[in-house]
Nanobody
Framework: QVQLVESGGGLVQAGGSLRLSCAASGRTFSRYVMGWFRQAPGKEREFVGAIPRIGGRTYYADSVKGRFTISRENAKNTVYLQMNSLKPEDTAVYYC??????????????WGQGTQVTVSS
């Protein structure tokens, strides 16, 4: 069992930056592909990006590519989402997610509770 707890959400002006953190419980953090999803009001949850267990390339949705960066510190059981050049359309609840094999929209073992990000224009 893995528990995920996000932090770092808040209100920011367009063009600003935020860094979300996701702390995971348990000793097997390094075995999971970690990533982020988001859900805007009235919309379906969408994939933001993911980072492999050890090494490998991160991958992102086209809507955030070049602006968002995912990183992880396995020693701290933590994954981060650095968000730069934020836009009002980035406003959503952001969810941390983990999967033992491959993180996709239909394959997620564990979810965090979500953290609100609001970007004002």
């Amino acid at each position: 069992q893995v528990q995920l707890v996000e932090s770092g959400g808040g209100l920011v002006q367009a063009g600003g930056s935020l860094r979300l953190s996701c702390a995971a419980s348990g000793r097997t953090f390094s075995r999971y592909v970690m990533g982020w999803f988001r859900q805007a009001p009235g919309k379906e949850r969408e994939f933001v990006g993911a980072i492999p267990r050890i090494g490998g390339r991160t991958y992102y949705a086209d809507s955030v590519k070049g602006r968002f960066t995912i990183s992880r510190e396995n020693a701290k059981n933590t994954v981060y989402l650095q968000m730069n050049s934020l836009k009002p359309e980035d406003t959503a609840v952001y969810y941390c997610a983990a999967d033992a094999q491959e993180l996709t929209a239909t394959q997620v073992d564990y979810w965090g509770q979500g953290t609100q990000v609001t970007v004002s224009s």
